[in-house]
């Protein structure tokens, strides 16, 4: 069992260790500053997890990530996922990003369910709820991006 949870924990880590790189990456290749500024934040928070996840394995944690309800506004599970290239709108960049979130949320979804109640599934959980705070940050951009006028 233990050698379960370490093959989760690191799948985990590499997840995140994943979207930070995936998020720098699209950075670069963003020409619009608030979109690039906007990635920039979300491969921190993706840093941020990855130290969450390895002071978790190390058992080392000290604080649990702060949590609030996300509201998940379903924009990503119904709006297509547009192709990368450097002359992305803003509002294709945050779509991009919503697309991500969506997943990593059914990644841990996904570990959680799979897990019997314990630490290990509440952490996975709490993980779920961060990926789809995310999502709903970067669906709040897209839609006030997309849709100017309710701006």
């Known amino acids: 069992m233990k050698d379960e949870l370490g093959s989760i924990i690191e799948k985990a880590i590499q997840n995140e260790e994943d979207a930070n790189l995936f998020y720098i990456d699209l950075a670069k290749k963003v020409k619009d500053k608030e979109a690039k500024d906007a ?34 506004y379903k924009i990503a599970q119904h709006v297509d996922k547009p192709d ?9 960049v945050y779509l991009v990003a919503a697309h991500r979130e969506l997943n990593s949320y059914n990644f841990y979804n996904a570990l959680a369910a799979a897990q019997p109640a314990g630490k290990v599934k509440d952490m996975l959980a709490t993980m779920a709820k961060e990926e789809l705070k995310h999502k709903e940050k970067v669906e709040y951009l897209y839609s006030n991006t997309a849709f100017s006028e309710t701006w």
């Open 39 to 72: 990635l920039k934040f979300m491969a921190e928070e993706e840093k941020k997890h990855k130290v969450f996840l390895i002071s978790y394995r190390d058992g080392s944690f000290k604080k649990s990530l702060k949590m609030e309800e996300p509201i998940d």
């Open 84 to 92: 990368i290239a450097g002359d992305m709108k803003s509002k294709d």
